[in-house]
């Protein structure tokens, strides 16, 4: 099963519950349009992404202070 992709050469395919499972990226496509299939690939890891806890930019900062005075 494969479900239409925005980018020629670029192909999601799902499984029999229509999850989906794999990209098939054409390696021209990949070539002319390395930026492209990037964003592309980006958007379905945010997409797949999206139910989980999110975390501040603060805590994240502070996290990242306070491990680097650590060292």
């Known amino acids: 099963m494969k479900a239409a992709s925005p980018i020629k050469g670029v192909k ?3 499984d029999e519950t229509e999850n989906r499972r794999y990209v ?3 390696l021209v ?3 002319k349009e390395p930026e492209a299939v990037e ?3 980006d958007g379905l890891v945010a997409i797949s ?3 989980e806890p999110t975390v501040s930019h603060a ?3 502070k996290a990242t202070y306070k491990r680097a005075k650590r060292k």
Request: proline residues 0%.
């Open 29 to 31: 496509t990949l070539a």
């Open 39 to 41: 964003e592309y690939l």
């Open 59 to 61: 805590d994240v900062m």
């Open 12 to 14: 999601l395919i799902t």
């Open 49 to 51: 992404r999206r139910n």
């Open 24 to 26: 098939q990226i054409d």
